[in-house]
């Protein structure tokens, strides 16, 4: 497995792990199918802030990413991001989140942010215990704030300092 920074080339097979789930969870609250060219303008704008957007990389193919934006746009918070991991949908499990995730809380840190915040709809067992396993932990929850498929969704946030 090879975790590398996303090039423009990796667009069509990030927006293909990531509109799986835009289409068929609430993990995302998008609810339309990202295109490749919106995908590579969306890498080219985190990686044009300095902020890192991995790859992994198995056998030449891509099967998931992770990166972070900005928190808030207010400078005060200029040492706080917001981090995210996608996986393919046939390699959840394979520990390829933590793949990604190492090296992208180190090359945060490398960076000298201060904190990480990772977002969560809930329920997600998977999700809250992958976070806590990297040593965030939970600082808010708010009630029904997306609606998608249907349904009210809650929100929750862990944070990790670096």
């Keep these: 497995m090879l975790v590398r920074a996303a090039k423009h080339e990796d667009a069509a097979s990030i927006a293909r792990i990531y509109s799986h789930y835009v289409l068929t969870t ?69 520990g390829i989140g933590t793949t990604l995730y190492e090296p992208l809380l180190a090359e945060l840190a490398e960076l000298g942010l201060h904190t990480v915040i990772g977002g969560i709809a809930l329920p997600n067992d998977a999700s809250i215990r992958f976070h806590e396993k990297l040593g965030f932990v939970k600082v808010a929850h708010f009630t029904e704030v997306g609606f998608k498929f249907g349904r009210w969704i809650d929100v929750a946030y862990w944070q990790r300092r670096l």
């Design 26 to 94: 609430v993990i995302t609250f998008e609810e339309v199918a990202v295109s490749e060219a919106d995908m590579a303008a969306r890498v080219r704008e985190v990686q044009s802030q300095g902020l890192p957007w991995l790859v992994a990389e198995d056998a030449g193919v891509v099967v998931g990413f992770a990166y972070a934006g900005k928190w808030k746009a207010r400078t005060a918070y200029r040492f706080s991001v917001e981090s995210s991991v996608y996986v393919a949908p046939d390699r959840t499990g394979d």
